[in-house]
T-cell receptor, first 116, second 109 residues
Framework: GAVVSQHPSWVICKSGTSVKIECRSL??????MFWYRQFPKQSLMLMAT?????????EQGVEKDKFLINHASLTLSTLTVTSAHPEDSSFYIC????????????FGPGTRLTVL | GQNIDQPTEMTATEGAIVQINCTYQ??????LFWYQQHAGEAPTFLSY????GLEEKGRFSSFLSRSKGYSYLLLKELQMKDSASYLC??????????FGAGTTVTVRA
C-alpha cells in the first residue's frame, strides 16, 4: 500500500516553455500533497503544501506564479513550472499523506527536469 | 529556521553495524522520520519516532531523545543493497518536514 506515482519521470525542455508534472496516490486518498525540489547532493527542500480543493501554501522564496500547483482531487496534484529556465533544472519530488498532517509522507519516484 | 545535522558520509563492511546520528533544533516537534534514498530515486520511508525510546523494525532501529534533540538510525547486518543516502527529517509545529542533508552510507565487501 501507500504507492505514489509521478509522471513524467524525466523531461527535457527548452528555456521559456512550461512543464507539467503529475503526482498521483494510487491506493489511498491523499488529503495533503507536498512538492519538494532537490538539487544534486543537497537535501530535499519543501516548495509547497497543497490540500485538495484549496490553494497551495508556498514556502518562503518560492514563486507561486512560476510554480503553479493544482490539487483537484484526492488522488491527483499537478505542478506546472511556467517559463522554465536552466536554473529550474532539478529533481522534483512529490509526497502524499493519507490523513492528518502528522501522517507519514510517502514519496513519488521523482521527476528529473532539465531545461536547455 | 530549522537546523538538522547529520554526518555527510559513513563507510562500513558487509555484515557490520552502522549508527547514523542526527541532531536537530526546530520550531516545535511533531515527530522524526528516517528515509532511505538511492541515487536518482525518491526517498522511501524507514521509521517514525515521536516518543522517546527505541523503535525496532527488522535490521533497522531508530532511537529518539526529545530532551537532547537527538536521534540515531541503526543498521544491522549490513548488506550491499544498504548503500544509499539516509535522510533525517523532523516534522515541526506546522507539521512540515525539514530534511537534513543526508548521510551517504557505503557498504564494502
Amino acid at each position: 500500500g501507500a504507492v505514489v506515482s509521478q509522471h513524467p519521470s524525466w523531461v527535457i525542455c527548452k528555456s521559456g516553455t512550461s512543464v507539467k508534472i503529475e503526482c498521483r496516490s494510487l491506493d489511498f486518498q491523499a488529503t495533503t500533497m507536498f512538492w519538494y525540489r532537490q538539487f544534486p547532493k543537497q537535501s530535499l527542500m519543501l516548495m509547497a503544501t497543497s490540500n485538495e480543493g484549496s490553494k497551495a501554501t508556498y514556502e518562503q522564496g518560492v514563486e507561486k506564479d512560476k510554480f503553479l500547483i493544482n490539487h483537484a482531487s484526492l488522488t491527483l496534484s499537478t505542478l506546472t513550472v511556467t517559463s522554465a529556465h536552466p536554473e529550474d533544472s532539478s529533481f522534483y519530488i512529490c509526497s502524499a499523506s493519507a490523513g492528518e498532517e502528522t501522517d507519514t509522507q510517502y514519496f513519488g519516484p521523482g521527476t528529473r527536469l532539465t531545461v536547455l | 529556521g530549522q537546523n538538522i545535522d547529520q554526518p555527510t558520509e559513513m563507510t562500513a563492511t558487509e555484515g557490520a553495524i552502522v549508527q547514523i546520528n542526527c541532531t536537530y533544533q526546530t520550531s516545535g516537534f511533531n515527530g522524526l522520520f528516517w528515509y532511505q534514498q538511492h541515487a536518482g530515486e525518491a526517498p522511501t520511508f524507514l521509521s517514525y519516532n515521536v516518543l522517546d525510546g527505541l523503535e525496532e523494525k527488522g535490521r533497522f532501529s531508530s532511537f529518539l531523545s526529545r530532551s537532547k534533540g537527538y536521534s540515531y538510525l541503526l543498521l544491522k547486518e549490513l548488506q550491499m543493497k544498504d548503500s544509499a543516502s539516509y535522510l533525517c527529517a523532523v516534522s515541526d509545529r506546522d507539521y512540515k518536514l525539514s530534511f537534513g542533508a543526508g548521510t551517504t552510507v557505503t557498504v564494502r565487501a
